[in-house]
C-alpha cells in the first residue's frame, strides 16, 4: 500500500463523494448537460493558472537542484495544458477572452487557495498531498470511465475529456505524483503525522466534490 | 475620498450585495433563523483562526520594527477575539469543542485563503486590501444596524453582536484599518495599479456575501 | 539524548568553533575590545528585528490556534528584547538613531535570511533549527562563562550581557525551545531526514561564528 | 533615464565598488589568480541554484499566465545556465561532485537569502530590485570589459566568461531585465517609494562587491 493509497483508506467516504460525484457518473454516462460542461471547463481553466503557481511554488521550495528541476518540469506541464484548454474550450464555442475574463467561482477559489496556502505553510509534502485528489484523482476517474463504459469513445460527447485522462500519458503522470508523495513520506511523515495528512487530503477531496457541484449548479457560460 | 472609498466605490455592486446581504437584514431585524447564525458563528471562529495567520503574515512581510509592532498588535487583538467569540458562542449552547472540532465550510476556506494568497503572493496592500471588506466592512455594517434599528439594543436576540461592532472600540480598529490603507497607498499604488486593487476588493466582498449566504443556507450545528 | 543534543553531536566541530569562538573568550575574559563589543551591539539589534520577522512567519505557518498563539508570544518577546536591547546600547553611548540607521553587515545579513528562507522554504521544524544555534546557544554560551569566571559579575565589562543570558529567565526560555524542537520532531523527522537538518544546523553555527568574526574585526561604531 | 539608471544613480558608490571591483579589474586584465577564479566559480554555481530559486518565487508570486509563464522562462534559463557551468567548471578541473559538496560561503549565503528575502517579503518590484546588481549587472560589467581591453579574447585566460557576459545572448537578457523593472515600477512604484528601492539596490551591490572579495580572499579550491 503506497501513501496515496493509504490517504484514500482513510478518507474513503470523502474521495468517494469525489470520484463518484454524480457530475462524474453523468460525464461518463453522456448526460451531463452541454452547459455544466462548459461551465466547469471555464473554471478548469482558472484553475489551472493557480495550479501553475503551485508547481511554481513547490520549485521555490526546494533545496536540490534536480528538485527545483523537476518542480520545473511540472510547472511547464501545467502551462502547455493551459494552451490544450484553449483549444478544447474553443471546441465548445467558448473564446479565449470567454474563459480569461470569467469570475472565479466561489469553489475554484476555495479548492486552488487552499492548495497554494498547504504549500506555502506547510512542506512539499503537505503541498503535494493537497494536490494528490485532483492530480492523481483525474487518472482514477478517466480509467474507471472507460473501464464502465468501454474503450471506445467514439461518438461520446465528452469522449476526449476521458480519453485525456485515461490515456497513457496521463496515466505516467499521475503515477509519477504516487512515487514523488512516497519519496516525500519517507523523508518526513512519521506514523503520528499521518493523521494530519489524510485531514488535508479528506479536505482537498471535499472542495473537489464541491466543484464537481459548481458545474452541475450552473447554467453554463 | 479615501482609498476605502474609492475601493467602495469601484466595487459598487459587489459592496452593496454583501453589506445589504438578506443575512444581515434579517439579524438587524431579528428575524435571522437561530440555526443561521450559529452556522455563522461557528464558521466565523474557524475564519478567525486564518485571520490571526494574515496579521502574523503581515507582520512577517515588514521591514520596519513599528510595522511589523503594530501588525504584532493585530494579531494579538485577533486572538483575544477568538477567546470573546469562544465565549459569545458558549451563550448560544455552543461548546469549545463543537467550533473547534467542526469542518471548515467551502465558503471559509475560499475567503480566507484568497486574502492569505493575496498576502503570500502579492504586498502588504493587498494584504489589507482583501482584508478590508471583513475589518472594515464589519464596522460599516455594525453602525448601519444602529442607525437603522435604533441604538437600543435590549432584548434585541442579535443585540450582543450588533453592539461589538457597532461599539466605539470596533469603529476605532476599522478608523485606524482605513488610514493604515491610505499609508500603504501612498506607498506602493499608483493610479494603474488601482483597478487590479479594485478586483481584488470586489472579489473579497463577493466572498464575504457567500459567507453570509453559507450561514442563511445551513440548517446549523 | 534530546534533539538538540543530536543535533550538536553531528556538528561539533562548527558548533565548538562557535560557542568557543575568541569573541566569547575575549568577551568571558573581559578583554574583549569595546569597539568589537559595541559593532556586535548594533548588529545584534539589527538582527532581532528580523528574528521578529522569524516568530512571525512561525505564526504564519502554524495550523492550530495554540500554536500561532505560542509564536505570538516569542514574537512578543523578541519585540520587547528589541526595547531592552535599546537601553544597553544607551548605556554604552549608542543612541537609538545610531542602532537604527547602521547599515546591516554581510555577517547580520547572511545568518538572518538564511534562517528566514529556511522558514519560507521548510517547514516550522527547519526554522526553529535554524534558530536554535542562537536561541539555545546563547543560553549555553551564558551558563558557560559564568562557569569559567564565577558567579559574581560585578565590575565584568560584559556582566550585564553575560547575566542576561545565564539568568533564569533566558535559561527557561532555550529549555521551552528545547521541548519545541522535540515536539516538532516528533512529528516530521523521521531518521533519513535528520542528517539535511543537521546540515542546516551545522550551517547556521558557521554562520553565528562569522557573526562573532565580524564583531572581532570590526574598529566599532 | 530608466529606473535601472535611476537606481545606479542614487547608488554611485556602492554600484561603481562592485563593478569596479579589483576582483573584476584583474579578471579583464588577466592578472587574477587562478585560486580566485575557482573559487568564484564554484560559489557561483551554488549562486545559481538560489536563482533558480528566485525565478521560480517570481513565477509562484504572478498573477497573470503571461508572467508566471515568463518567470517561468526565467527559471528554465537559470536551470540551462547551471548546465553550462557545470561545463566551464569542468574545463577548470573542477567535478560536478567538488561544486556540489563545497559548502556555500558566507558572501554567497547573504547575498542569495537577501534576494529571497526581499520577493517573500516584498513584491516582485522587490525581488527584480535585488536581483538586477546580477543579471543587469554582469551585462555592464562583461560590456565595459569589451571595451577596455579590445574584442579580442583569444588566449584570455577568462575570455570565455567575458565573452558569455559581453555576447548578444546576455545583452539581450539584461535588456529585457531593464524594461520588466520599468514596467513593474510603472505599476507599482510611486515616488515615495523610490527611497526604499535604492537601499535594496545599494545593499544589493554591495552583498555583490563582498562576493568577489570572496573570490579575491580565497585561496581557491
Chains 1, 2, 3, 4 share one sequence.
Request: negative net charge.
Amino acid at each position: 500500500m503506497d501513501i496515496f493509497d493509504r490517504l484514500k483508506t482513510a478518507a474513503t467516504d470523502d474521495w468517494q463523494a469525489y470520484v463518484d460525484h454524480d457530475f462524474v457518473r453523468r460525464l461518463g454516462g453522456g448526460t451531463l448537460p452541454e452547459a455544466a460542461f462548459r461551465t466547469y471547463l471555464v473554471q478548469d481553466y482558472l484553475f489551472l493558472i493557480q495550479f501553475a503557481r503551485a508547481y511554481a511554488l513547490a520549485s521555490y521550495k526546494s533545496r536540490r537542484l534536480e528538485d527545483i528541476r523537476s518542480a520545473q518540469a511540472g510547472l511547464a506541464s501545467v502551462l502547455e495544458e493551459t494552451e490544450l484548454h484553449v483549444r478544447l474550450c474553443a471546441r465548445w464555442g467558448l473564446s479565449r477572452d470567454d474563459i480569461e475574463t470569467a469570475p472565479e467561482h466561489q469553489a475554484t477559489v476555495a479548492y486552488t487557495r487552499f492548495v497554494l496556502d498547504c504549500g506555502a505553510a506547510g512542506d512539499l509534502l503537505e503541498l503535494h498531498v493537497a494536490l494528490a485528489p485532483c492530480v492523481i484523482g483525474y487518472a482514477e476517474i478517466g480509467r474507471a470511465l472507460v473501464a464502465a463504459h468501454g474503450p471506445s469513445l467514439e461518438g461520446h460527447p465528452y469522449g476526449e475529456w476521458i480519453g485525456e485522462y485515461a490515456g497513457e500519458g496521463y496515466q505516467g503522470v499521475a503515477a509519477a505524483a504516487r512515487r514523488r508523495l512516497d519519496d516525500l513520506a519517507q523523508r518526513s511523515m512519521t506514523e503520528g503525522r499521518f493523521t494530519e495528512l489524510a485531514a488535508i487530503f479528506a479536505k482537498a477531496s471535499r472542495l473537489e466534490a464541491d466543484f464537481w457541484q459548481m458545474g452541475l449548479d450552473a447554467r453554463g457560460p
